[in-house]
Every structure is written in structure tokens, then in C-alpha cells.
């Protein structure tokens, strides 16, 4: 039985041991996060594989200039007249004997073994140049795209690390908040004791202890929520909550307010680019009417034994080709892949009207943010003096409880606003460049 029990405990304090651990703090800056977003980050990797895949197609086009070339060795025995008869030719074996109509009507049989080099070159593929066009576009495009999503993951880096900095703010004051409330029911349950609060009063003051502890451990949830996102970015599986080394503080006031949307931005180049691949697809399916030139040629050796070779012969040769009609399936393809290029106009000016659109609204946020930190700042001290006013008369007897718990409340409040604030101005300004870049 006791040892039962021991292992019991045992256990249990190996549970408490993983779930510390599981939960362990951990200070990280800004930069560390990059770094390990830059390395490890899934989404960079997955763009990184289309550019690939990209890149791939790309080189699948070499097929427009390069040869093909095929090696095949075959082994058959016959009695087929024709088959036999040509057997033995290529094999440099007739006899004045073979051209016997008996022995040509009704052969013996006969093995032929036949090693074939054959090589296919393109010469003239109008339709192939333009495909290989299109798709050095497309891979061109992946490219940018990937540098693009780069720089969302920096700009996402500065979002995360700020909400982890404004969650670790938020318990701070929080902490703070329960600290003065908790003082203050001591104070009020001193003052009922004494005969100078009525019982409505104490229950006011532990009415605020509990909604502070209620905001207090949301923050600390939010705290929790930041740390699991970071987390994700840097594609990390260990639960960590991490701690922001460095400072929550307002960036920089100035700001470029003729900032503008530009053409060279990575990811509307990369849509353009698409745009382009569209168009040369396009003119491929096109070009596809036209007739091709290609040159062939094979070197061939024959044997009536396997794995030799007593004979051997060679054809080179050209071809023009010119498929005229397909039961219309060219036109199809024309008017589908025109209709895809026409598509990719319209979304491309799309994007850039949705871009500007969102710079406008950044441009705004930032500066309702730049305005409404000035405030905050100024409103928290006014929150503060009055809050050190109201408690000492309240320890004086002078100020009423419900007066002491709304100025409390409202300083803690303004904190928080404030520590907001910063983060939304922040926010504007990291968005801002990142739409501008």
C-alpha cells in the first residue's frame, strides 16, 4: 500500500515537474524573434518551395532548344515474311538464297536483337519560346514574392512582439491596481471595524479586488496568447512564455506623410510580373498555328545474338509539321488563356487601388494614433494626481469609498489606454512602412 501511495506522489510531483517546465519564462528580444522567423518560419519555407516549383518549370523549357535523346535495345523472334525479311537485311545477312519466294512466303523463324540511339532536336518552335518566356516571368514573380513575404513576416514580428509588450504592460499595472485595492480594503476594513464605513462600503472595496484579480488574470491570459504566437512564427513546439528585454516606448514621431505606393514594391512587381506571364502564354497558345521544324536522326545496331552488334546503320533527317486544324481546340485554348491575361490586368489594378486604399487608411490611423497619444499622456498624470489626492483624504476620512474606487478604476484605465495607444501608434507607423516599402 505504501508503496502505491509513494508511487502516487512520485507522479504527481513528475506531472507538477513537466507542466513547470512546459510553462517556463523565457526573456527574448525583437531581433532573436527575427532571427528565428527568417530561419525557421513555415510560411517562408512554403513560399520558398513555389519559388522552386517555380524555378522547375522554368527549366522543364529547355526542352525548346535542348535534344532528346532516347536509347532502347529490343529482342523479337518472327516468322512474319515481311519482319523476317527486313531482320535479315538490317542485319547484313541476305544471301542470293533468301530472294526465294518459298523462303520469302514462309520464312524460318528468326531472332533480331536491336540496340536504337535515336535523338530528337527542335529547330523552329515559335510557341515553345513564348511558353519559356512565360514561365521565366512566373519564376521571376515567385521570386519577388518570396522577398515580399519577408518582409510581412518582419512587419508581423513588430506587430507580435508589440501585443507581447502590451500584455506584459497590462499586467503590470494590473498588479499595480490590485496592490492599491487590496491596500484599500485593509484601510476599509480597519475604518468598519472602527465604526466609520458602513458594511456596503467593505463589500464596495472587495467588489474591486475581485474585478481587478478578474482583469488581471485576462491579461495574464493574454500574455500567454502573445507568447503562443510567437511561438508559431518561429515554428518553436516547445510552450515557452516568453518575456519582451526590450521596452514598450513610442517609435519615432516623425513621419513621412508624402509617403506613396510604388510601382517597385516587391509584391505589385511580382503581379505585373504574373500579368506578363499571362500575356506570353497567351501569345504562345497563339503561336501554336504555326507550322514546327524539327531534325531527327538514329544510329542503330542489329544482331540475330543478344548483347552483339555485327551490323549497325544510321538515318538523319528533318521534319516540317503543320497540325492545321484540331477540331477547334487551339481557339479554345487562345480564348482561354486570353481571358486569363485580361484577368490578371483587372486584378493587378485591383491590388494597387486596394493598396492605396490601405495606405490612406494608415496614413489616418497614424495620425489619429500620433494625436491621441498626446492626450493619454496627459489625461494619465491628470489620473494620477487625482487618484494621490483621493487617497489621502480617504485615509484622512474625508473622501467617500465609491469616490476612491471610480478614481482607481479610472487611473488603471487610463494606463492601459495609454500603453494602447503606443501600441497603436506603433502599429500605424510599422504598417505604414511596410505598405510603402
Same mark, same amino acid.
Given at each position: 500500500?505504501? @508503496?502505491?501511495?509513494?508511487?502516487?506522489?512520485?507522479?504527481?510531483?513528475?506531472?507538477?515537474?513537466?507542466?513547470?517546465?512546459?510553462?517556463q519564462?523565457?526573456?527574448?528580444s525583437?531581433?532573436?524573434?527575427?532571427?528565428?522567423?527568417?530561419?525557421?518560419?513555415?510560411s517562408l519555407k512554403?513560399s520558398?518551395?513555389?519559388?522552386?516549383?517555380?524555378?522547375?518549370?522554368?527549366?522543364? %523549357?529547355?526542352?525548346?532548344?535542348?535534344?532528346?535523346?532516347?536509347?532502347s535495345?529490343t529482342? +523479337?523472334?518472327t #516468322?512474319?515474311?515481311?519482319?523476317?525479311?527486313?531482320?535479315?537485311?538490317?542485319?547484313?545477312?541476305v544471301?542470293?538464297?533468301?530472294?526465294?519466294?518459298?523462303?520469302?512466303?514462309?520464312? &524460318?523463324? $528468326?531472332?533480331?536483337?536491336? @540496340?536504337r540511339?535515336?535523338?530528337k532536336?527542335p529547330?523552329?518552335?515559335l510557341?515553345?519560346?513564348?511558353?519559356r518566356?512565360?514561365?521565366?516571368?512566373?519564376?521571376?514573380? !515567385?521570386?519577388?514574392? #518570396?522577398?515580399? %513575404?519577408?518582409?510581412?513576416?518582419?512587419?508581423?514580428?513588430?506587430k507580435?512582439?508589440?501585443?507581447?509588450?502590451?500584455?506584459?504592460?497590462a499586467?503590470?499595472?494590473?498588479? &499595480?491596481?490590485?496592490k492599491?485595492? #487590496?491596500?484599500?480594503?485593509?484601510?476599509?476594513?480597519n475604518?468598519f471595524?472602527?465604526g466609520?464605513l458602513?458594511?456596503?462600503?467593505?463589500?464596495?472595496?472587495e467588489?474591486?479586488?475581485?474585478?481587478?484579480?478578474?482583469?488581471l488574470q485576462?491579461?495574464?491570459?493574454?500574455?500567454?496568447?502573445?507568447?503562443?504566437?510567437?511561438?508559431?512564427? !518561429?515554428?518553436?513546439?516547445?510552450?515557452? +512564455?516568453?518575456e519582451?528585454?526590450?521596452?514598450?516606448?513610442?517609435?519615432?514621431?516623425?513621419?513621412?506623410? %508624402?509617403? $506613396?505606393?510604388?510601382?517597385n514594391?516587391?509584391?505589385?512587381?511580382?503581379?505585373?510580373?504574373?500579368?506578363?506571364?499571362? &500575356? #506570353?502564354?497567351?501569345?504562345?497558345?497563339?503561336?501554336?498555328?504555326?507550322?514546327?521544324?524539327?531534325?531527327?536522326?538514329?544510329?542503330?545496331l542489329?544482331?540475330?545474338?543478344?548483347?552483339?552488334?555485327?551490323?549497325?546503320?544510321y538515318?538523319?533527317?528533318?521534319?516540317?509539321?503543320?497540325?492545321?486544324?484540331?477540331?477547334?481546340?487551339?481557339?479554345?485554348?487562345?480564348?482561354?488563356?486570353?481571358?486569363?491575361?485580361?484577368?490578371?490586368?483587372?486584378q493587378?489594378?485591383?491590388?494597387?487601388?486596394q493598396?492605396?486604399?490601405?495606405l490612406?487608411?494608415?496614413?489616418?490611423?497614424?495620425?489619429?494614433?500620433?494625436?491621441?497619444?498626446?492626450? @493619454?499622456e496627459?489625461?494619465?498624470?491628470?489620473?494620477? *494626481?487625482?487618484?494621490?489626492?483621493?487617497?489621502?483624504?480617504?485615509?484622512?476620512?474625508? *473622501?467617500?469609498t465609491?469616490?476612491?474606487l471610480? @478614481?482607481?478604476?479610472?487611473?488603471?484605465?487610463?494606463q492601459?489606454?495609454?500603453?494602447?495607444t503606443?501600441?497603436?501608434?506603433n502599429?500605424?507607423?510599422?504598417?505604414?512602412?511596410?505598405?510603402t516599402?
Amino acid at each position: 500500500m505504501k @508503496t502505491n501511495i509513494y508511487i502516487l506522489v512520485f507522479g504527481f510531483l513528475l506531472n507538477i515537474g513537466f507542466i513547470l517546465q512546459a510553462q517556463q519564462s523565457k526573456s527574448i528580444s525583437k531581433s532573436e524573434v527575427l532571427l528565428k522567423v527568417i530561419n525557421k518560419n513555415q510560411s517562408l519555407k512554403i513560399s520558398e518551395q513555389e519559388f522552386n516549383k517555380a524555378k522547375a518549370d522554368y527549366r522543364q %523549357t529547355n526542352a525548346v532548344f535542348l535534344p532528346n535523346i532516347s536509347v532502347s535495345y529490343t529482342g +523479337i523472334s518472327t #516468322t512474319n515474311p515481311l519482319m523476317a525479311f527486313g531482320s535479315r537485311l538490317n542485319q547484313e545477312i541476305v544471301t542470293q538464297n533468301d530472294f526465294n519466294p518459298i523462303l520469302l512466303n514462309d520464312p &524460318k523463324q $528468326i531472332q533480331n536483337f536491336a @540496340t536504337r540511339i535515336e535523338v530528337k532536336q527542335p529547330l523552329i518552335n515559335l510557341d515553345g519560346f513564348y511558353q519559356r518566356k512565360a514561365a521565366k516571368s512566373k519564376m521571376n514573380a !515567385m521570386a519577388l514574392q #518570396t522577398k515580399r %513575404t519577408n518582409d510581412y513576416l518582419v512587419f508581423e514580428v513588430d506587430k507580435a512582439y508589440m501585443q507581447l509588450q502590451l500584455a506584459y504592460k497590462a499586467v503590470d499595472v494590473l498588479e &499595480k491596481a490590485l496592490k492599491a485595492a #487590496t491596500e484599500n480594503k485593509n484601510l476599509a476594513d480597519n475604518s468598519f471595524k472602527q465604526g466609520y464605513l458602513l458594511r456596503a462600503d467593505v463589500l464596495a472595496v472587495e467588489v474591486r479586488v475581485s474585478e481587478v484579480q478578474n482583469q488581471l488574470q485576462q491579461a495574464k491570459s493574454n500574455v500567454k496568447n502573445a507568447s503562443n504566437y510567437l511561438s508559431f512564427l !518561429m515554428n518553436d513546439k516547445i510552450s515557452v +512564455i516568453y518575456e519582451p528585454s526590450d521596452e514598450l516606448l513610442v517609435s519615432d514621431l516623425s513621419s513621412k506623410s %508624402t509617403q $506613396i505606393i510604388s510601382e517597385n514594391r516587391l509584391d505589385i512587381k511580382a503581379m505585373a510580373l504574373a500579368s506578363d506571364a499571362y &500575356k #506570353t502564354a497567351y501569345l504562345a497558345d497563339k503561336m501554336d498555328f504555326l507550322p514546327k521544324l524539327n531534325a531527327f536522326g538514329s544510329y542503330e545496331l542489329y544482331d540475330d545474338k543478344i548483347f552483339q552488334a555485327d551490323a549497325n546503320g544510321y538515318l538523319i533527317g528533318a521534319e516540317l509539321s503543320w497540325d492545321i486544324f484540331k477540331g477547334s481546340k487551339r481557339f479554345g485554348k487562345a480564348q482561354k488563356s486570353k481571358a486569363e491575361y485580361e484577368k490578371s490586368k483587372l486584378q493587378y489594378q485591383q491590388y494597387v487601388s486596394q493598396s492605396e486604399l490601405e495606405l490612406n487608411k494608415a496614413k489616418r490611423m497614424l495620425s489619429d494614433a500620433k494625436n491621441k497619444l498626446k492626450l @493619454t499622456e496627459l489625461v494619465v498624470s491628470q489620473s494620477e *494626481e487625482s487618484l494621490r489626492i483621493r487617497t489621502n483624504r480617504f485615509k484622512e476620512g474625508l *473622501e467617500k469609498t465609491s469616490d476612491l474606487l471610480i @478614481t482607481e478604476a479610472q487611473y488603471a484605465q487610463k494606463q492601459l489606454d495609454y500603453y494602447q495607444t503606443i501600441f497603436e501608434y506603433n502599429y500605424a507607423k510599422a504598417y505604414l512602412d511596410f505598405l510603402t516599402n
